[in-house]
């Protein structure tokens, strides 16, 4: 959910899992449109995520207490430009080039899905690092 006010933010209600020391783990559900389906018994399409979060910081929050997570807006475009823009650019730059090397259709693909498993294992080693720039913080 979006806050339509001045600052850009988005918002998750969530139930606190777990506190730590100078964190709170948060699970939070992402309903997808197939949540509101009459049909959605008899689909096999998952229609709810649960997602983890932990939230550094210290809170007075017990374990099954309702919270509302927040995120700002451009942190949620970066997190979007490094899981979908940029290995899309990196598969449609890869087919592109082999194409007019005149590899294979079937090589291409192969080869250019391949290239993604670089991006993906550079951007697991570097999970630390990118996760200090999404920063999660508890609405009081």
Sequence with gaps: ?????????????????NTGNNS?????????????????GACGVSGREYKEIEIPGSYSFKKGDEVTVRLNLSSGYSAVI?????????LLVSLIALNILNVKELMAGLISMAMLAPYFAVLFLLRHRVNKKFIFTIND
């Design 1 to 17: 959910m979006l806050n339509s006010g001045g600052s850009q933010t988005i918002y998750h209600r969530g139930i606190v899992q």
């Design 24 to 40: 709170v783990q948060v699970v939070i559900t992402s309903d997808s449109a197939c949540s509101a389906c009459h049909a959605r």
């Design 82 to 90: 490094l899981a979908y823009v940029i290995p899309l650019v990196i």
